[in-house]
């Protein structure tokens, strides 16, 4: 009778810490809800859509379509075979955001840089020099956590990128090949889809070349 009871008791407690989670839930906000959503479901498991108002220097305030993604910035799983990450910069899961026609990681805007080096009518640059240029000052660059989420939910990533024919590179994850060459991820879209390569340092990119850098 006495376990009896204890089971009953038992019971009767989590039931009542349940309850107090669902009341949590339901009370909570969208973005909340997407949050605590996404920590359950995995990494980017979990796409929401919204109306956002956004005030205005003029007071008044705009409104956007915004679609949101939980990312695990410190999980790398796209790596093509033999290749080891050597340097893997942000961690921790932030929002990934589409937000009409740009794309948001943890609020900051994700545009595509050009290297200043173009500008000097060179034709193709050194990928070591392109990285130096965007990484100056410790700059912190999306990382290839953040291509993947993109890879995996292609319908966030601008329809300007994909128009443009560019390579887009994500210097913020860096590996290491066997013969120790270093390599960054890339996303281009070719022939009606978008697909990931991966780019020698030691190589020269052409003027296609564009970074993935935030505003």
């Known amino acids: 009778m006495k376990h009896l009871f204890t089971r009953r008791f038992k ?8 309850w107090l989670i669902i009341s949590f839930f339901l009370r909570a906000d969208q973005k909340r809800r997407a949050e605590i ?26 409104v956007f379509e915004f679609e949101r993604i939980m990312v695990n910035l410190s999980e790398c799983q796209i790596n093509a ?10 961690d921790g899961r932030i929002a990934l955001e589409k937000r009409g026609n740009d794309i948001y990681a943890a609020g900051r805007r994700i545009l595509l840089g050009k290297p200043a080096c173009f500008d000097k009518n060179r034709a193709v640059v050194r990928g070591a020099d392109i990285q ?13 956590s953040i291509m993947e989420a993109l890879y ?8 300007e990128w994909e128009r443009s024919g560019f390579l887009v590179v994500f210097l913020g994850t860096v590996f290491k090949s066997p013969s120790r060459d270093l390599y960054v991820a890339a996303l281009r879209f070719k022939e009606g889809k978008w697909r990931i390569g991966y780019g020698r340092m030691k190589d020269g990119w052409n003027s296609m070349t564009r970074v993935a850098t935030f505003d």
């Open 11 to 18: 019971v009767g407690v989590l039931l009542k810490q349940l």
């Open 37 to 62: 959503l996404a920590f359950f479901l995995g990494n980017f498991s979990l796409s929401i859509g919204k109306d956002v108002h956004e005030k205005n220097g003029d007071g008044s305030a705009s």
């Open 81 to 90: 075979k033999g290749l080891d990450v050597v340097e893997h910069s942000w």
């Open 132 to 144: 130096e240029e965007f990484s100056a000052n410790g700059k912190i660059l999306p990382n290839a």
């Open 152 to 159: 995996e939910n292609a319908e966030f990533i601008p329809k």
